[in-house]
């Protein structure tokens, strides 16, 4: 056996969101290593600073206080400093949560920061360095997605059960302020000040709420045509402008308005996280792939220079993988990377950009069909292309959002796509494309969603998960495993064949029906009578298998194993240790069938090949 370094997976430059400081706008990275702050300089139109903030996978608040930009984190969610003038770093506050969600600055010099998974309010001082936990502004809730602050109140957009709370910084008073027909939602998604008035963009519809500060049941709720969310506000007097993913659209109203004019599309399906205005009227934007500035008269962009030595593409974290022919098509952040499977490269690597996320692959017919998050889309690429085409959506009544299993069913030409359901909703889907429209049975695993999809000549074998969408309690203790029969359209039967949580993925090998579980059990069914062949342990953590004949691999994120699969119970052999693999989602393998294995070590892509 050899092992071949064929160089990073996926590199991409990604930000997560930014803040202008006078003359700068400050960008943070994110789902790249390392993580750093940049300095536009909009004088000199170039980056002229950039800061490294140790320790952490990714930003995604940020706002200032004179000269200091202060950043929230995830993984974990810490507060840090970030002197303009010096570079100086300082971690100033542990939150004690996975994410730092967002960072706002109040009138009165505080930074306030909203977190995950408990929903709360952190308050920051930086001129006497006190840190004071407000507590949880929901206790039902997991998300503070985004607050801005007075004087006197914090106003915090809460999920993935929408609410808007109003938080005294006088009394600790929680006031939720949410109008009732907004209740069916899932986020408060980003707010902003207008004088006034409160601008809250609500998720997943796109609408707007404008809520009068000083009478709170005055409110106007403004709906935007065929989008889902908004994603930046800002304003300059009674005008408000806002941006909307995915199409990357920008709105403006002026307050009183019932409805929004669409101004453009700066760029399409770009998703501005940050807006603001230059003293010369244009509009400048955070970006995920970088900044821009856009006029509002000739409704033109210019792309901001973003080129730096100490801001290049740099590695992150793949989320998918997928053999296609001479190439292995690697998922990540903002698109896809090509790379040639060969050690000496048959042709250089490059990336496919577009918004989102593929969740999984696969390659048939010389097809890469790809589900993408979000708004759990479908798209294709050929497999010696250089762009995707968007073929269809799931439609949104189902309320899915996030792949997590996309297989060709070669024999009747369908493609078949598992999906989690949305933030704070229940029951994930099954959904089938037959060529002309996508087909959906949501709750066919009743409460949990469906992870894995292995086609068989009459119908698909499903896996559960019991986690469904994101700020929901799990309501079962075990994953389901599943028989679709095309012809019924209906479940033939329903097992729980495995103590675990999660079936990340299903192969079926002559006869027997194997499953891969997220805590690591490999398991074996025979489909016909549901009888439980046998389970073994093949690691810390389950991912995605690689099938060659009737040999089971994968990867427990450290080592690569191997299975042969008959009836009876195997050992595990372990073909490699200490690759010290890091993914943002489930570790996998991939083949070309016949002698050779793909998957990472670090950050890179390697290639295996069998003796």
Request: a negative charge; proline letters at 6%.
């Given at each position: 056996m050899?092992?071949?370094d064929?160089?990073p ?10 803040v202008?400081?006078g ?8 789902q ?9 300089d ?23 206080v004179?000269?200091?930009?202060f950043?929230?984190s ?8 970030v ?22 600055a ?6 306030f ?9 952190w308050?920051?001082d930086?001129a006497t360095?006190r840190?004071t936990?407000?507590?949880?502004m929901?206790?039902?809730?997991t ?8 004087d ?10 929408a609410g ?5 910084r006088?009394t ?5 302020i949410?109008?009732?027909?907004l ?10 000040l ?8 609500i998720?997943?519809t796109?609408?707007i ?15 935007t ?6 994603v930046?506000?800002?304003s ?17 109203f ?14 399409a ?6 807006l ?5 009227g244009r ?8 900044g ?6 000739t ?12 801001l ?5 974290r793949?989320?998918?993988?997928c053999?296609?022919?001479d190439?292995?098509v ?12 060969e050690v000496t ?13 593929a969740?999984?692959?696969e390659a ?7 589900g ?8 294709t ?13 799931v ?5 899915q ?8 069913d070669p ?8 999906t989690?359901p ?9 959904n089938?494309w ?12 009743p ?20 986690v ?11 994953a ?16 729980e064949?495995?103590?675990?949580g999660?079936i990340v993925?299903?192969k079926?090998i ?5 499953g ?10 025979d ?5 439980v ?15 060659i ?7 427990d ?5 191997t ?11 372990v073909l ?12 996998e393998v991939?083949?070309?069938g016949?002698?050779t ?15």
């Amino acid at each position: 056996m050899a092992i071949s370094d064929l160089g990073p997976a996926s590199q991409v430059l990604n930000f997560g969101n930014g803040v202008r400081v006078g003359n700068e706008i400050w960008f943070a990275t994110r789902q790249i290593l390392p993580t750093r702050v940049a300095a536009y300089d909009l004088t000199e139109q170039r980056i002229t600073k950039t800061a490294l903030i140790p320790g952490v996978p990714g930003i995604w608040g940020i706002d200032a206080v004179g000269t200091d930009v202060f950043v929230s984190s995830y993984s974990p969610g810490l507060l840090f400093r970030v002197d303009t003038r010096t570079l100086d770093v300082t971690q100033v506050l542990d939150l004690r949560q996975e994410v730092g969600w967002n960072t706002k600055a109040s009138p009165d010099g505080r930074i306030f920061v909203g977190t995950y998974p408990s929903a709360r309010l952190w308050e920051y001082d930086p001129a006497t360095g006190r840190a004071t936990d407000h507590g949880r502004m929901d206790p039902d809730d997991t998300y503070v997605r985004d607050l801005v602050a007075t004087d006197t109140t914090v106003y915090c957009g809460i999920g993935s059960h929408a609410g808007l709370v109003a938080y005294d910084r006088a009394t600790g008073t929680r006031t939720d302020i949410l109008p009732a027909e907004l209740r069916d939602r899932t986020f408060g998604a980003v707010c902003h000040l207008a004088g006034d008035h409160l601008v809250v963009g609500i998720s997943p519809t796109a609408e707007i709420l404008v809520i009068d500060t000083r009478d709170t049941s005055r409110y106007q709720i403004l709906k935007t045509p065929d989008d889902s969310f908004v994603v930046g506000i800002t304003s300059r007097d009674d005008e408000v402008f806002y941006t909307t993913r995915p199409s990357g659209s920008l709105y403006r109203f002026r307050l009183g308005d019932s409805t929004p004019t669409l101004v453009g599309v700066p760029v399409a399906e770009a998703s501005n996280v940050r807006l603001g205005f230059l003293d010369d009227g244009r509009l400048w934007a955070v970006q995920s792939a970088g900044g821009i500035l856009y006029d509002l008269d000739t409704r033109t962009t210019e792309a901001l220079d973003m080129s730096s030595p100490d801001l290049a593409p740099t590695p992150e974290r793949p989320m998918s993988l997928c053999h296609a022919g001479d190439r292995i098509v690697v998922g990540g952040t903002l698109g896809v990377q090509v790379v040639s499977t060969e050690v000496t490269p048959a042709f250089p690597t490059f990336r496919v950009p577009f918004g989102g996320e593929a969740k999984d692959m696969e390659a048939h017919g010389g097809v890469v069909h790809m589900g993408v998050y979000t708004l759990a889309r479908y798209l294709t690429m050929p497999a010696d292309g250089r762009a995707v085409t968007e073929v269809a959506r799931v439609d949104a009544a189902q309320e899915q959002t996030r792949p997590t299993s996309v297989t060709v069913d070669p024999r009747r030409g369908l493609v078949l796509m598992s999906t989690e359901p949305d933030y704070g909703r229940w029951e994930g889907a099954l959904n089938i494309w037959d060529g002309q429209r996508f087909r959906s049975w949501r709750g066919i695993l009743p409460d949990q969603t469906v992870q894995s999809v292995c086609p068989d000549p009459h119908g698909v074998f499903l896996g559960g998960s019991i986690v469904n969408g994101y700020g929901t309690t799990p309501t079962t203790t075990r994953a389901k495993l599943a028989y679709f029969d095309y012809r019924t359209e209906r479940l033939a039967w329903l097992v729980e064949p495995t103590e675990g949580g999660v079936i990340v993925d299903l192969k079926l090998i002559g006869r027997v029906l194997v499953g891969m579980t997220r805590d690591g059990e490999l398991f074996a069914l025979d489909p016909r009578t549901r009888e439980v062949l046998w389970r073994v342990d093949v690691g810390a953590v389950g991912g995605k298998l690689a099938v060659i004949d009737d040999r089971i691999f994968g990867t427990d994120g450290g080592r690569l194993w191997t299975v042969r699969v008959t009836r009876h119970e195997p050992t595990p052999s372990v073909l490699a240790d200490g690759l010290n693999q890091s993914w943002f989602g489930t570790p996998e393998v991939v083949t070309d069938g016949a002698r050779t294995l793909f998957t990472t070590r670090g950050l890179n892509l390697i290639r295996v090949d069998l003796s």
